[in-house]
């Protein structure tokens, strides 16, 4: 087996003739043929004894010839690959035998490789960056959601049910006199004022006492099952018992009950600084975002089809695993969402195409700066590789070659490059009302904690 001639098919595409001389190829189809005999079948000779001669008379010379090359073909292109010196970005792609008998095998193959790439102005870019601040409101709801948190169940034995309460109830529906399926439930926990149920359920629960048997009058929404869509329905329901959720006081206590803090002063600091690292976090990331959408944009290449071609290709494969995983096929998540398969391929290929496009634009970055990686970047990437899933670096190490960790860390530190020497542009924010005067705008803020959210107004609209 040897390379026999290459040239350039297209632009970033080259042609390589292979050839496989004909000792290499006999022996080839009388490895197929002694592979297959045992399932060949010929009137006058016993199964698995029919003589390789006989096969080829019978069913002609060929008949092996295409599991033989098969079997040769990726040492032959392999082979002619290191051979050619070639710094492939594909796979083989669009194989044609140009020959194929006794006297060996011709064959082409395409291969695609690395377009060289104009990445224009990388340093200093400009790019929207959303401001990072941390409001009352949000400090405030996070309190909210650590005493939703804590809260603790209260059970209630002298009153009726009202809004808030979680009423534990029997019930069944009715439409026309006949229980429907799906429709019947016991000991079953309803926050009443939730909007969980049909409207008009839960409100005709408030005012019923414990063990009180009742009849809940419903119409289903047109918008509901087609089934149960606009009919009327009677639920047969009891009331089982009534608790209420008690959400502990906003005081030292509380903070110091969540094992952090000592103070609520503390503990709002303490909110403050973690909804401030992801909001940083997020805007980070959106910075970044729109700098790769913009080296995207100003990439120039030409670029071989079948290097879009394989990574939508790659794309699809993961996205159909990932569902695949979760028990859901491919079919079904298309049935479900109602996507049509050729308008997902679209969205899929254009992904690749950014992708592709982005990766040339940070390996020609990481070219120009003359990018070098050390063994401790190397190590760096394979630990994190391996936290990331949970797998040993040995592993990881088995399955990740280091040419491409190598490659992978340096397009890293190619998109650092262009984030340290980016500029952050301040995302527009909304109009602000203008302060009733001067003097009003000029006022400190108040150090008194029930009027700080008027004193920062005040400032803001100072700005």
Known sequence: MSLKSVKEAEANVQEL?????????????????????????????????????????????????????????????????QESGI????????????????????????????????????????????????????????IDRLREQNSRLIDVDDRAAKDGDIANINFEGFVDGVAFEGGKADDYDLTLGSGAFIPGFEEQIAGKAIGEEFDVNVNFPEEYTPELAGKAAVFKCKLNKLSYKELPEVDDEFAKDLGEYDTVAELKEGIKKDILARKQESSDTAFENALREKLVENLKADIPAIMIDEAAKQNKDSFIQRFESQGISYEQYLAYTGMDEKVLDEQIRAEAEKQVKLRLALEKIAELENIEITEEDINAEYDKIATTYGIDIETVKKIAPVDGIKSDVSVQKAMKVVVDNAKAAKKKAAPKAKAASEEDAEKPAPKKRTTKKAAEKKAEDAE
Do not use: C, W
């Not at 043929?33 to 010929?42: E, F, G, V």
């Not at 035998?97 to 690395?114: C, D, P, Q, S």
């Open 87 to 142: 710094k492939a970005v594909s796979s083989a792609y669009d194989a044609n035998v140009v020959e194929i008998g006794e006297n060996g095998v011709e064959f082409t193959v395409k291969f695609a490789t690395k377009p060289d790439a104009d990445v224009g102005k990388y340093k200093g870019m400009s790019a929207e960056k959303p401001a990072v601040e941390v409001t009352e409101d949000e400090i405030n709801a996070e």
């Open 17 to 81: 003739t292979i050839t496989i001389d004909a000792a290499t190829f006999k022996a080839a189809t009388v490895k197929v043929y002694n592979k297959q005999k045992k399932d060949i079948s010929i009137p006058g000779f016993r199964k698995g004894k029919v003589p390789m001669q006989i096969v080829e008379k019978m069913y002609g010379k060929g008949v092996f010839y295409e599991d033989a090359l098969n079997d040769l073909f990726p040492d032959a292109v392999e082979s002619a690959l």
